[in-house]
């Protein structure tokens, strides 16, 4: 079953700390997201593997958009 992560605020993806592929466990970090010059890390809901990323360092993100979707 696939499981999507989305962003929890308005930014821009600072800086993605996994890969398509990698293995994950609950609360891992998966990506950095940057607003108002505050750093907020999107964690993993899940233990699974990245199945996809849906976006790219330096793009806005809104707040509810998917960034990864992991499969458990």
């Known amino acids: 079953m696939a499981e999507e992560v989305t962003a929890h605020i ?3 993806v600072w800086k993605i700390v996994v890969e398509e592929g990698d293995t994950v466990e609950e609360d891992d970090d998966l990506i950095i997201l940057e607003s108002m ?6 964690v993993a809901s899940v233990d ?12 806005a993100v809104d707040e509810d958009d ?6 458990e």
């Open 66 to 71: 998917v960034l990864v979707t992991l499969s």
């Open 10 to 12: 308005t930014g821009t």
């Open 37 to 42: 010059k505050m750093e907020m890390p999107v």
């Open 48 to 59: 699974g593997t990245v199945e996809k990323i849906h976006v790219e360092e330096g793009e």
